[in-house]
């Protein structure tokens, strides 16, 4: 065990954890954050995406070691209230259906957006390609992160 220092959603946690526990399941079962999905927990299927200084990966994957001073955000981090622009676009083009994988498509297309505010359709495929939804919703994710796209930085 080892003490583990982490700011998740902008507030800090210390922790008592084995190096080696991925992310995933610091945020699940020590941080009671169950916005962030177990899906394959080999890095696949992007269920368990979250944002690490912005950047999108996969926390099955992380190790809560390799964090460091790193900012995580998770989904209930994105927005308080579902006000971040790509959440009003899932909401407004009907994305989900069985819902598992949306907050791992929902934090890949965040930080999508946040370097490339306004993506070609060979960037999204290119940015969600690691999310996988079993529903198919591939066309509604599509549209939903053009609208996003579309609507940031006009109060969405």
Not at 6 to 29: F, G, K, M, Y
Not at 67 to 79: Q, Y
Not at 149 to 156: I, N, V
């Amino acid at each position: 065990m080892s003490a583990i220092h982490l700011i998740v959603n902008n507030r800090p946690h210390d922790l008592e954890i084995a190096p080696d526990t991925p992310l995933l399941w610091v945020l699940r079962d020590k941080l009671n954050l169950t916005g962030t999905k177990y899906g394959c927990g080999m890095g696949l299927c992007g269920a368990c995406t979250v944002h690490l200084d912005g950047e999108a990966v996969r926390a099955c994957q992380t190790p809560v070691s390799t964090v460091g001073a790193k900012k995580i955000t998770t989904i209930e981090g994105l927005s308080q209230d579902n006000t971040h622009p790509v959440q009003q676009a899932w909401i407004a083009e009907q994305v989900p259906q069985c819902g598992y994988c949306q907050p791992g498509q929902i934090m890949s297309a965040a930080a999508l957006l946040a370097k490339t505010p306004k993506p070609s359709d060979d960037q999204i495929e290119t940015a969600m390609v690691g999310n996988l939804c079993r529903c198919g919703m591939y066309q509604r994710i599509r549209r939903a992160i053009h609208r996003a796209a579309s609507t940031a930085g006009k109060g969405a």
